[in-house]
């Protein structure tokens, strides 16, 4: 085949967003060049952006991969150093992005269009996360925030740890036969709180999911939700509050129904529980995740939090722990009513 062949072929495949396509067509060809290494590397990275979390993450290592390979023609061609900059952001390794990223705008053009907006674009992103990641908690305040935990939930253990966020797991008691997946170190990022709210009882937050007692941890995806709000704060000031509500637009994972969330109190937990004061009298408030299928995410954006919440209650749905696999409770309210 021609370089023009072979280009058209890739065309025709990424217009119809065959990227399994793409990857298994390059595979069959003798000399794989620059080009095609990065139009490999893109399917690898596309591929990844619609994956489960954990393929995903092995997608966009393998796109890394082939991207080292032609690093050095690479150092020059802001398509190239955009890609390498994608995977390593998604790969949370934000100060290697950020690296890439001002490189590839001193040599992308104007006259480039898409890959010159998408450029700006991630370079705004990580000089915004990585001012962020800048913000810590001191250690008295960190204290204050493991000996609440404890003595409030229970002993835990850290599950993963990532930009001074440490996801743990409180192991079930007697009183709360379930696990609680719980952020800590999240209260570091301050968010921006809107006019009426104070803003020392506001701007803090820690996130919880209850997850029953004999969930399968490889069954990721309640984890992944966490670190998805989490970047969600971290990335952009968002305001995270009671009531805020995640639309995925698709399932969080293919053996599950939910394709959303919204945050809420620890309704199985005291009032004292569920805030903390730190040194210098701020408050980190801990929400719940819950996790909503699809008619109840339509639902909630059309009516307040307290009124879904209300049909869990009607319904006799149980938030804590989390049933997978039950039933939608806006299934039976009609399109116009949602």
């Given amino acids: 085949m021609t370089d023009n062949e072979i280009r058209a072929t890739i065309d025709a495949l990424n217009a119809k967003d065959d990227y399994d396509g793409i ?44 991207l080292d390979t032609y690093a050095q023609k690479g150092k020059d061609s802001p398509s190239w150093l955009f890609y390498k900059g994608y995977t390593l952001f998604k790969l949370n390794l934000v100060s290697e992005a950020l690296i890439r990223f001002e490189r590839a705008m001193r040599f992308v053009t104007i006259s480039d269009g898409a890959l010159f907006n998408q450029i700006g674009n991630m370079l705004k992103i990580c000089k915004t996360l990585e001012a962020r990641l800048s913000e810590t908690l001191s250690d008295d305040d960190l204290n204050l925030i493991d000996e609440h935990i404890q003595k409030h939930f229970g002993s835990y253990s850290v599950l993963s740890s990532s930009d001074s966020i440490d996801l743990i797991d409180v192991a079930p008691t007697e009183s709360h036969n379930y696990h609680v997946i719980m952020t800590k170190g999240l ?24 997850l029953p007692l004999k969930w399968d941890k490889s069954n990721t995806w309640p984890f992944e939700l966490l670190r998805k709000l989490s970047m969600l704060l971290k990335s952009g000031n968002r305001f995270l509050g009671f009531g805020f509500t995640l639309d995925n637009e698709k399932a969080f994972a293919k053996n599950t129904a939910y394709t959303g969330a919204m945050l809420t109190a620890l309704g199985d937990y005291s009032k004292e529980s569920q805030a903390i004061e730190l040194a210098n009298g701020d408050t980190v408030n801990i929400f719940q995740v819950v996790p909503l299928m699809p008619m109840e995410v339509a639902y909630r954006q059309k009516h307040q939090a307290q009124e879904l919440l209300d049909l869990f209650k009607l319904r006799h749905v149980v938030l804590s722990p989390l049933v ?15």
């Fill in 23 to 66: 990857i298994d067509f390059i595979a069959t060809l003798d000399n794989v060049d620059f080009d095609c290494a990065l139009q490999l590397a893109r399917a690898h990275i596309n591929k990844a952006n619609r994956a489960e979390p954990s393929y995903a993450y092995k997608l966009y290592l393998n796109a890394s991969d082939i």
């Fill in 187 to 210: 209260s570091a990022f301050l968010m921006d709180v809107p006019d009426g709210f104070d803003k020392k009882s506001n701007a803090r937050i820690e996130l919880a999911i209850a």
């Fill in 324 to 338: 997978d696999g039950r039933e939608d409770v806006c299934q039976s309210i009609s399109a116009k009513s949602v």
